[in-house]
């Protein structure tokens, strides 16, 4: 019935590529949507068309900014020999809320994984090396996931940078395994942060 309708079938189609939605969800919404005053609809159109024109990725750490360097880079109050390295920018953001880390940071925009065929070069592996190369980093925090995919990065990191003489961490294991750090709790970040070891 409801593909009598393209214009609802077409949003329906759209909303269900979003992650974790599904066509029910996806029909939800697009009800929920038909319902909202045409002003509202317009906003979202336009807060949508605005992220995809205004944000990019740092040319530094790689995080999301509307300027670049990003506010994190250019902060001259963070310690420039502390670096954070995280899978994608919802755990630098993590960690940020917690408040527990003063460094800089570098996210890799995903994690290794073989079988989906994620490989070094599909990360931002390479730039972290030339940073670290610069000689100001003394400590290298190791945030990634605890699932088999960032533990295996940890690992890969640990290797590929050990001849650098830089002192490697990781979190502290109070995440539990199998966590993703955008959905734990800020204290919890927080301990695992101020907890972490050395690789």
Do not use: W
Request: with cysteine; net charge negative.
């Amino acid at each position: 019935m409801l593909n009598s309708i393209p214009s609802f079938t077409r949003l329906v189609s759209e909303l269900a590529k979003f992650p974790g939605i599904g066509n029910k969800t996806a029909t939800r919404l697009a009800f929920f949507l038909l319902r909202q005053p045409e002003a509202e609809t317009e906003a979202l159109a336009s807060a949508l068309l605005d992220l995809k024109r205004r944000t990019r990725f740092c040319s530094v750490c790689f995080h999301i900014t509307e300027e670049d360097p990003c506010q994190i880079c250019t902060d001259k109050g963070r310690d420039d020999t502390l670096i954070c390295v995280v899978e994608d920018p919802q755990a630098l953001l993590a960690i940020e809320r917690s408040r527990s880390f003063k460094g800089r940071y570098h996210v890799l925009h995903g994690a290794l994984s073989p079988l989906d065929g994620i490989g070094p070069a599909d990360l931002k592996v390479a730039p972290l090396i030339r940073r670290l190369e610069q000689g100001t980093i003394q400590e290298m925090l190791i945030a990634t996931n605890f699932t088999v995919e960032g533990d295996a990065t940890a690992l890969y990191l640990a290797k590929l940078t050990q001849h650098l003489g830089i002192k490697l961490t990781r979190l502290a294991y109070g995440i539990p395994m199998g966590s993703e750090l955008e959905y734990v709790d800020e204290a919890t970040v927080n301990r695992a942060v101020e907890g972490r070891r050395e690789l």
